[in-house]
């Protein structure tokens, strides 16, 4: 080895705590193209390298020396220097007892990994084909260079051109190596990709020897590291901005162009986003603004409903009726300090239930389904387009984890598709470990049922004390009171119920999924049902079941045989339907936000404060960026998994009850626009760099958004026939109102609607009748309290109903999604031309290699036959 110095040397390579690295410069700053734009002292201060500036940082480890843990650290230090890994160590400057552990890649590591990872590389530049349409296409765009830029885009001075979309690449293989383009080794692997692949090695590294214990998160959860992150590409921020000075690093470009609030109108540079975060967080992000840009036209729809239902509200003869029905006297809703009331009294309420159960409400729940429907055809175009573009089309996992491996390693049969052998699990393992974790899901379901269940007991109760309440409006909205504390309670307890992850996490543990997106599927999974199950159970209860089983005054069904159960209001159920949606969606949003971006701020902020205080002059002159990285508030350990489930929820909001709230489309529309730059925010300036990873699609979420969608149309169909008052008004005036039998309906037809809606009860210490909102016969009938025909008539016409707007609806979305065709045709034609270009690129590529082997034998064999003849 020593004999070999001058050859190492001449490869550029550094002495590094006695191992051999390269001797990349280390550059602090990188301008937008990559490229270092920073002396070397800067470079050496800003915390991206080791000590000597050249050898950069990979990845961080971080560990307290007092830790009872040195054992497993030294066996691990141990083997990661086996496989390759440099390591430096540094104390921390605001702790003593914090030892940062950094960790630098070689180019052969980085080889040798980014082969066996399949990584693919860039190995020729893409050439368009230029077919009549793009060529038509480029005329209109010089016509359009005339034309004021659009506001919404970055101009290309200020986003980079990232050149690995723009080639053609290839798994890597160092056997053809010479294939691919290497113009610098600093720059072939991205900071990115670098990361990855040391936290694939991490993760397959023994920390006890002579024993199947593997893997970094082991060592995190028994607190032998306290932390591990890659780092961040310097600081967010600049003196200077990127539109006159350009950026200082992809981390400050990414603050200015996506992060910062005042290009909230701005589309997300996605590119850069998948190349600083990974194409997993680039999917989300992705995701996300397509999920926002297609509220627009949902929001303007349920405005204009809801503004039709503001216009009409002089005009509605139902809400007439109701505020003029002085003499109609109403039982109480309840048995005790309940009053009798009259039916004027619900005035108010009878014209707020016009403004979202009018006219429209049917026309605006079929549009909701097949806006759905054309969201998800539509992103499944899209994605397939940033598939292409971020080259993950023919991306699979294949991945085993390492806890897999570890459990079944005695265990192997041959892969069908690699013809290796692998690590496998019995089917009866499989299946009993699927039915226990089952039977958890199950039971943690109950107990949600189980509050909800409380929470109806809360209802029937507190009605009665919010009736005798001293204040006066208190006790005059009883109702209303009782709904709004109910909704409330309801809340906090959704929230109490979060606790349901660390069961979730132990049930998909025991699972022993084979690969982590199988891990992510099946914990993604639970936890959805779960929060679904707890966020909506009482909105279902409130839309199909309030008030449907309570009886007649005189022969109730009472809850265990003491409290009558809950009524709708004189005025309807889809008051409390709404007052529940608005209510959880504003204080859900809310609290998620807070949360999200508010925690984070806070902690980050008592930290900064907690340093400034202590170390003075240090805090000031700025700490390495290993230093400032670790004071950041972590990733959450579930990923993108919250990211989503808030989104998947409110996606569940705005689509399955929107026939009762048409507004939730606009609030969605507003909580998403600063969701966006809340996000961002967070990633870029309050937590640590997340592990970049790779994904080609959403993975399960798509699947249980198509599933929010089929039953958003069969919940819509329930609430139009069921809660609101729309078919009982349509038959009436078709069949009982002043226009029966005319083939018309319009507000002249529902005169006298309000007393055919109601029932009459004898109330013997009462001089007046008392009314209730029922279809039976009166008391001095043949055949009193029955049901009367117009009730078998509605209820025939909700069922019909029922029938045919599923049926037509489920038509239109099949139609729908038959028409628009997964993959656009010019992206088509560009993957067809792709698979010719690089046939013909390997094809020549191979040539060039046999004619420079057959030259070379050629001059060699030349040069021979020149020495024989030499005397």
């Known amino acids: 080895v020593g004999g070999n110095r001058d050859v190492l040397a001449s490869f550029g390579f550094c002495r590094d705590s006695g191992h051999a690295t390269e001797n990349w410069d280390c550059p602090g700053k990188t301008g937008t193209s990559g490229h270092p734009i920073t002396s070397d ?3 050496r201060s800003s915390g991206l390298c080791f000590s000597d500036g050249k050898c950069r940082i990979d990845y961080i480890l971080v560990y307290k020396k007092s830790s009872n843990q040195s054992e497993k650290r030294e066996v691990f230090e141990r083997n990661m220097r086996a496989e390759g890994l440099h390591m430096e160590k540094e104390s921390s400057v605001t702790n003593s007892d914090v030892i940062f552990l950094k960790l630098h890649a070689p180019w052969d590591v980085l080889c040798r990994y980014a082969e066996l990872m399949n990584i693919r590389m860039p190995f020729r530049r893409k050439i368009f084909y230029m077919h009549r349409r793009h060529k038509f296409m480029s005329r209109i765009n ?21 050149e690995e979309n723009e080639s053609f690449t290839a798994p890597f293989s160092r056997s053809r190596i010479h294939h691919f383009i290497i113009h610098n ?3 072939f692997f991205n900071n990115a990709t670098r990361s990855r692949i040391v936290h694939h090695v991490l993760q397959r590294v023994k920390y006890e020897e002579g024993k199947n214990k593997i893997g970094l998160n082991r060592l995190l959860s028994n607190n032998s590291y306290e932390a591990a992150f890659p780092l961040h590409e310097g600081s967010y921020r600049s003196r200077n901005s990127v539109r006159t000075h350009g950026a200082e690093n992809h981390r400050h470009l990414l603050f200015e162009c996506w992060a910062w609030w005042g290009v909230w109108y701005k589309y997300q540079p996605l590119d850069l986003i998948r ?10 992000f992705a995701w996300l603004g397509w999920y926002t840009g297609m509220l627009f036209p949902a929001a303007l729809v349920g405005l204009l409903v809801f503004l039709y239902g503001v216009l009409t509200l002089d005009h509605c003869q139902v809400s007439k009726e109701i505020c003029q029905a002085t003499d109609v006297i109403m039982c109480p809703i309840c048995d005790q300090y309940c009053p009798y009331l009259k039916l004027s009294d619900s005035c108010i309420y009878a014209k707020v239930t016009h403004l979202f159960d009018n006219g429209a409400t049917v026309f605006f729940a079929v549009f909701m389904a097949v806006w759905a429907t054309v969201f998800l055809e539509f992103w499944k175009r899209r994605r397939a387009t940033l598939a292409y573009d971020w080259d993950l089309i023919d991306w699979e996992e294949e991945e085993i984890r390492p806890q897999f491996e570890a459990k079944y390693s005695k265990k192997e049969r041959m892969n069908p598709i690699s013809g290796k052998p692998e690590p496998y699990q019995a089917f009866t393992d499989k299946y009993s470990r699927l039915v226990v974790s089952a039977s958890g899901i199950f039971f943690m379901i109950l107990v949600v049922i189980a509050a909800v269940f409380g929470i109806v007991i809360y209802r029937v ?3 009665s004390t919010f009736a005798a309440f001293g204040w006066a409006l208190i006790r005059n909205n009883s109702q209303v009171a009782t709904t709004g504390t109910a909704v409330c309670i309801n809340f906090c307890m959704i929230m109490l119920l979060n606790l349901y992850e660390k069961v979730a996490i132990l049930l998909t543990n025991l699972e022993q999924p084979r690969t982590e997106s199988e891990w992510e599927n099946s914990f993604t999974l639970k936890m959805f049902l779960f929060q679904f199950v707890n966020l909506n159970s009482s909105t279902f209860y409130i839309a199909f079941f309030l008030g449907r089983f309570t009886g007649r005054p005189g022969a109730y069904l009472r809850l265990i045989n003491r409290w009558k159960l809950e009524e709708c209001h004189p005025s309807g159920c889809l008051i409390d339907l709404c007052l529940q949606m608005g209510i959880i969606m504003v204080l859900k949003q809310t609290w998620n936000n807070f949360m999200e971006l508010g925690y984070p701020l806070i902690q980050n902020w008592w930290t900064r404060r907690r340093l400034r205080r202590e170390h003075g002059q240090k805090a000031k002159d700025g700490f390495p960026q290993w230093e400032r990285d670790y004071n950041l508030q972590p990733m959450n350990v579930y990923g993108l998994f919250d990211e989503y489930l808030e989104m998947i929820l409110q996606f569940g909001f705005t689509t399955i009850f929107v026939a009762a709230f048409p507004l939730a489309p606009l609030l969605a529309l507003l909580n998403n626009i600063i969701e966006i730059r809340l996000d961002a925010y967070k ?9 970049p990873s790779q994904a080609k699609d959403i993975g399960i979420w798509y699947g249980i958004l198509e599933g929010i969608g089929i039953l958003s149309v069969i919940t819509n169909a329930f609430v139009i026939a ?9 038959v009436y005036a078709y069949k009982y109102g002043p226009c029966a039998g005319q083939g018309r309906a319009g507000q002249r037809c529902m005169m006298g609607y309000v007393n ?4 009459v009860f004898r109330v013997a210490d009462f001089e007046k009748k008392s009314e209730y909102r029922d279809y039976r016969e009166p008391p001095v009938s043949a055949d009193p309290y029955s049901y009367t025909l117009q009730f078998w008539h509605v209820l025939a016409a909700r069922l019909a109903f029922i029938i045919v707007f599923e049926h037509l609806v489920f038509a239109i979305k099949t139609l729908i999604a038959y028409l628009i065709p997964d993959l656009p045709k010019d992206l088509r034609d560009r993957m067809r031309r792709e698979k010719y270009l690089i046939q013909e690129m390997m094809y020549e590529a191979e040539l060039e290699r046999l004619q420079k082997e057959k030259n070379e034998r050629k001059r060699r064999k030349e040069r021979n036959g020149h020495h024989k003849e030499w005397p």
């Open 142 to 162: 010089k016509v359009r260079g005339w034309l004021p830029r659009k506001p919404m885009k970055f101009t290309s001075d200020t986003l980079p051109d990232l």
């Open 722 to 730: 069921v809660t609101s008052d729309f078919i009982p008004r349509l």
């Open 185 to 187: 080794k600093d720059t």
């Open 683 to 691: 990633f870029v300036t309050q937590w640590r760099r997340p592990l």
């Open 461 to 463: 109760i507190t009605i």
């Open 756 to 759: 055919a809606s109601l029932s």
């Open 275 to 284: 190349r600083y975060f990974g194409e997993k967080i680039g999917l989300y």
């Open 41 to 43: 002292k800067k470079a």
